[in-house]
């Protein structure tokens, strides 16, 4: 059974850090994270814990040793909480209107817990099985990329002023809110030639970074290289660390963050929608 552990997040966060490699960055950044809604931080054993299941609305995370997962994906599809009555909070109904089933969103993870949540009875979304996934890249350490960054850059610590820009770039997110709340919790970068916005960034919610563009007609003169080294450096001088996600597709922005000794987890972070069976 599932148990609602009491300790304090930021503590047990700290302490599965080690489970693996792609978290030691990741999760720090994550209690810094706005919630959508109450979290809910859920372990096989609250005494000596080997699986963390993180319940946010209705988008959950799994994290642990491998050989715990197939129990604690079971229970999850059984709905075996301790207590009961943990969840649904108000946004996973939210969620499961907007679906029109009862689902969660599975996150951040490889193709391991989604094969055994199918096995365990749920079911995906055929849309969905296509879908690609996308690399995780860590860099730590001092700033060392100064050299490499050849245009005028600034950051923008909070607030909407590239929210426009932004939205040219971004096309998941049709109503603009989660660029919006992006934006405000800050910061973002900007590249500039003579006073015009030639590149442009932002950090997403866990801290990762935003996505890089470049309108076409500013493209191949390394507008982008100047910004991705310049943000970087900021996020090395103040975090210790700067982590991203690149989708598989995305050679180019592979090469890019191959420049700069990023560290690749080989296996892609995949998202997938999964419903329980319907009743019948």
Not at 46 to 69: N, Q
Request: proline fraction near 7%; charge should be negative.
């Amino acid at each position: 059974m599932l148990s609602v552990i009491e300790e304090e997040q930021a503590a047990l966060l700290t302490r599965v850090r080690g489970w693996h490699p792609g978290f030691e960055h990741w999760l720090l950044n994550y209690l810094e994270m706005p919630p959508v809604s109450p979290r809910v931080m859920l372990v096989d054993d609250p005494a000596a814990p080997h699986v963390l299941l993180m319940l946010e609305g209705g988008r959950f995370r799994l994290m642990g040793k491998e050989e715990h997962w197939p129990v604690v994906v079971a229970d999850l599809f059984a709905r075996n909480f301790e207590p009961p009555d943990v969840w649904p909070d108000e946004k996973a109904r939210e969620i499961w209107q907007e679906q029109g089933r009862e689902c969660l969103v599975l996150g951040g993870v490889g193709h391991k817990p989604i094969q055994l949540a199918l096995q365990a009875g749920f079911e995906d979304d055929p849309e969905e099985r296509d879908r690609a996934g996308a690399y995780f890249y860590c860099l730590t350490g001092a700033p060392r990329f100064a050299q490499m960054v050849k245009h005028p850059c600034r950051v923008v610590n909070a607030g909407l002023e590239l929210y426009e820009l932004m939205r040219q770039a971004i096309d998941y997110d049709e109503e603009g809110e989660y660029t919006r709340k992006c934006l405000e919790q800050g910061p973002s970068f900007v590249c500039e030639v003579e006073g015009e916005p030639v590149c442009w960034s932002c950090t997403h919610l866990g801290g990762t970074m935003g996505m890089i563009f470049t309108p076409e007609k500013h493209r191949r003169r390394g507008f982008a290289k100047s910004l991705a080294a310049f943000q970087i450096n900021y996020m090395l001088e103040t975090t210790g660390h700067a982590t991203c996600h690149v989708m598989e597709w995305n050679e180019a922005s592979q090469r890019m963050v191959a420049l700069f000794g990023m560290n690749r987890f080989n296996e892609p972070m995949i998202r997938r929608t999964l419903f329980w069976p319907e009743e019948g």
